[in-house]
């Protein structure tokens, strides 16, 4: 992948930063798009200094012009791209549906629908504009396979990001655009750590259903990703579980 261009949203912590890592190991430059100028900064350094370029854009991947500006700016600095990590998402907040609010479903869906369908509407383009092959990875769950306990919405919007892959993957084949998804279960990140302590109830019930008594690390998504991502893979329209056995449970 020397010399290729990595593009991932919600990639400054995490399962993003984790694969952003994986790839500059493997030689690609980076760029980032995530909300935070602190942590972008800090991302941006500690990607660079793995030896490859990196451009970490803050903006939020439900604003068009946001994600329409950074990958133009993706493009002006590095001349392609070839890979995108569409991984930007927020959890839900365990409810029934009587409890939920409209602002919370509206939240959820800008984010984890709206904002893969953006960043694909605009990296698409720049792939066939290259005229290389390229490759793209969603970030789904396996709350997009099978529906968890009391989340609804975001089980929701994890099916329709399945939904958004496969689309995209049929329409672009013949383009030499490949479309896969991940659908991680539970992953050690901060933002389930913080998520397990305000819920340790619903979080002693996930655990249980990792039936491999483990939930899985950032750089385990991270390589399902690369995997993905190249030719080797010679597959498109497919969603890649790393959930050690959630959904066997």
């Given amino acids: 992948m020397q010399g290729s261009?990595?593009?991932v949203t919600g990639g400054n912590t995490g399962i993003g930063l984790a694969t952003a890592k994986l790839f500059a190991s493997h030689g690609a430059n980076i760029a980032i798009l995530s909300l935070g100028a602190d942590l972008n900064a800090a991302a941006e350094r500690e990607i660079s200094e793995l030896g490859v370029e990196c451009l970490a854009i803050t903006g939020d991947v439900t604003k068009?012009?946001?994600?329409?500006?950074?990958v133009e700016r993706v493009v002006a600095r590095f001349g392609r791209?070839?890979?995108a990590f569409n991984n930007a998402g927020i959890p839900q907040r365990p409810s029934y549906i009587g409890e939920q609010s409209e602002e919370e479903f509206d939240t959820l869906v800008a984010v984890d629908i709206k904002g893969v369908w953006l960043a694909m509407?605009?990296?698409?383009?720049?792939?066939?504009?290259?005229?290389?092959p390229g490759a793209i990875v969603n970030s789904a769950s396996a709350a997009g396979i099978k529906a968890p306990y009391r989340q609804l919405i975001y089980a929701a919007c994890k099916h329709a990001v399945v939904g958004l892959t496969k689309g995209a993957a049929f329409d672009h084949a013949a383009d030499g655009i490949r479309v896969n998804a991940i659908a991680p279960g539970i992953?050690?990140?901060e933002m389930i750590r913080r998520y397990a302590e305000a819920n340790p109830d619903h979080w002693d019930q996930v655990l249980e259903q990792h039936i491999m008594g483990t939930t899985a690390e950032p750089e385990d998504v991270a390589a399902a990703v690369l995997?993905?991502?190249r030719d080797a893979a010679k597959t498109t329209?497919?969603?890649f579980t790393i959930d050690s056995g959630r959904l066997l449970y």
């Fill in 81 to 83: 791209l070839d890979y």
């Fill in 227 to 229: 995997f993905l991502c």
């Fill in 237 to 239: 329209g497919t969603v």
């Fill in 64 to 70: 068009r012009d946001d994600v329409e500006d950074a």
């Fill in 187 to 189: 992953v050690n990140t």
């Fill in 5 to 7: 261009t990595f593009f």
């Fill in 121 to 132: 509407r605009y990296e698409i383009p720049a792939m066939l504009a290259g005229g290389r």
